[in-house]
């Protein structure tokens, strides 16, 4: 067998393997098993029901409150922080436009030099020029799945950052809507505390027109100023944390506090509740809440590594290939010759690299990817177990707080009844002052007591709902990204494709 043969056979045996090589070395991701509730703990309870298309996608709605419903719209478009969640995604994207770059020529590199060169010889060659220019390129094929792999946990991982996006943006909203009703909370305890301080001041004056008549003693007077100043010192503090949330706000709707004026958040009551709350089938939090999926992208991401890892076991297979043009002026030869045909030369063919001996590095590697993969498993599952603990604590938290309130609220009129009666009775000279200051104070706790365990439920609801993961939806259709920031990053730098939406 002749040289050429020889070569062409090579090559030939060479080309049938690359092209036959379409081995994955590594595991196949599959979705881990996780131990999932049958049902929940208050299933038989009328409050919940089995959640609608709608009531899903923008729960704050059943609330019937344009505000709340202005409130979550505006946090979606202006919030910082969800806006930089979504460049991580346009992140994501590039660097898996990265990774595919892989499955082509690795190598293509274009060359040149020219450099003085001093030599030994003849004093009129001792010293000359030389220069070159050439094409170099390479492609290792990707026969083990490598390069495949590499795409698969880049994928997995963009998918990864949008779940972690919409895991954000289920957050951002029930923290806007439960900061919203802890504004109204407060709103109404205010009320409250100013209705019944003006009822105390009243009071105040009838006691001392009594005792400027002498029918009481000074003790009813100062009982009387007491319970006023107590229910009046109540207000500040109140006052305080109004404004402490309402600054909170402010932060998720991206703004600054001074910017929360009448326009952004006009007085208002606390909305009606709805009798019924959205909840579903436990499989159905595997679907909807971000925070499963995201974990469930992030042991893809990981199993692909270990793909990658193990193809370091076997031996690489490049293609390379060079051309270029040299001349040197030394003697009767010129630069200007450099791109005569007999400056020209070539060099192409296969290559082959194996890292021997390296076996105890390689493996241990392997062995450390696939230890991260078992961890992120491990961290799927209790991510669902979690989520099947938020949403029972969520239900029996809301189902208790409603019994409560109900309570209360029988309370609150009985409170009312009792301090109309013993003011009755003071006036008439049945009772003490000292009855009337336990009645009113009395309703006084009451009132208040029921205020906050009203604001509870709602902030109840919004933690059920946020619970089974509901609310994302919303960001479909929608650009992670908003128009400005585009358009600076456009100018700045070439995006191509890669900032529209929706994801290719």
Request: with cysteine; glycine share 6%.
């Amino acid at each position: 067998m002749n040289t050429v043969c020889f070569r062409s056979y090579v090559y030939s045996v060479f080309v049938l393997l690359l092209l036959g090589g379409c081995a994955m070395v590594g595991p196949d991701y599959q979705t881990p098993e996780a131990k999932q509730p049958t049902g929940w703990s208050v299933d038989d309870t009328p409050l919940f029901k089995k959640p609608s298309k709608d009531d899903s996608i923008a729960w704050w709605t059943l609330f019937n409150d344009p505000v709340l419903d202005q409130l979550v719209a505006t946090a979606f478009e202006q919030n910082l922080e969800l806006h930089s969640s979504g460049l991580r995604i346009m992140e994501a994207r590039a660097q898996l436009g990265r990774v595919k770059g892989n499955m082509y020529p690795q190598v293509q590199e274009m060359n040149g030099d020219l450099f003085s060169i001093g030599a030994t010889g003849p004093a009129d060659n001792r010293y000359y020029n030389a220069g070159s220019i050439g094409f170099d390129a390479a492609w290792e094929m990707d026969f083990w799945g490598k390069f495949r792999r590499g795409i698969e946990s880049a994928d997995a991982n963009l998918l990864s950052t949008v779940a972690d996006y919409d895991d954000l943006l289920v957050s951002l909203t029930a923290e806007v809507a439960r900061t919203y009703f802890a504004i109204r909370t407060q709103q109404e305890r205010i009320d409250l505390a100013q209705k019944n301080a003006e009822l105390q001041q009243r009071s105040l004056q009838l006691v001392i027109l009594q005792f400027e008549a002498g029918t009481v003693t000074e003790l009813d007077v100062l009982q009387a100023k007491t319970l006023l100043s107590s229910t009046l010192a109540t207000i500040p503090n109140l006052t305080a944390s109004l404004n402490s949330f309402r600054y909170g706000l402010a932060v998720l709707l991206g703004m600054l506090p001074e910017e929360m004026d009448a326009t952004v958040l006009p007085p208002g009551e606390m909305p009606q509740l709805s009798t019924k709350i959205a909840v579903g089938m436990p499989a159905e939090l595997l679907r909807r809440r971000p925070d499963i999926r995201r974990a469930e992208m992030q042991a893809a991401a990981q199993s692909a590594q270990i793909g990658i890892a193990r193809a370091e076991l076997f031996p690489s297979f490049t293609l390379f290939g060079s051309l270029g043009w040299s001349a040197t002026d030394r003697g009767s030869n010129d630069l200007g010759d450099i791109f005569d045909a007999n400056s020209f030369s070539y060099s192409f063919g296969p290559a082959f690299q194996w890292n021997l001996f390296n076996y105890g590095r390689l493996k241990n590697e392997v062995r450390i990817q696939d230890a991260r993969l078992q961890q992120l498993i491990t961290a799927y599952q209790n991510t669902v177990l979690n989520a099947a603990r938020e949403v029972e604590d969520a239900m029996q938290t809301l189902d208790q707080a409603i019994k409560e309130a109900e309570l209360l609220k029988q309370g609150v009129e009985t409170s009312r009844r009792s301090t109309e009666l013993s003011m009755l009775q003071y006036k008439e000279g049945l009772a003490d002052y000292q009855r009337v200051l336990d009645s009113t104070r009395s309703l006084t706790q009451k009132q208040d007591q029921y205020a906050q365990t009203k604001g509870n439920i709602a902030t109840d609801m919004v933690a059920l709902y946020k619970a089974v993961g509901g609310g994302w939806q919303i960001r479909e259709g929608k650009p992670y990204v908003p128009d400005a920031v585009k358009d600076t990053m456009e100018k700045r730098t070439d995006w191509g494709r890669l900032l529209e939406y929706p994801l290719q």
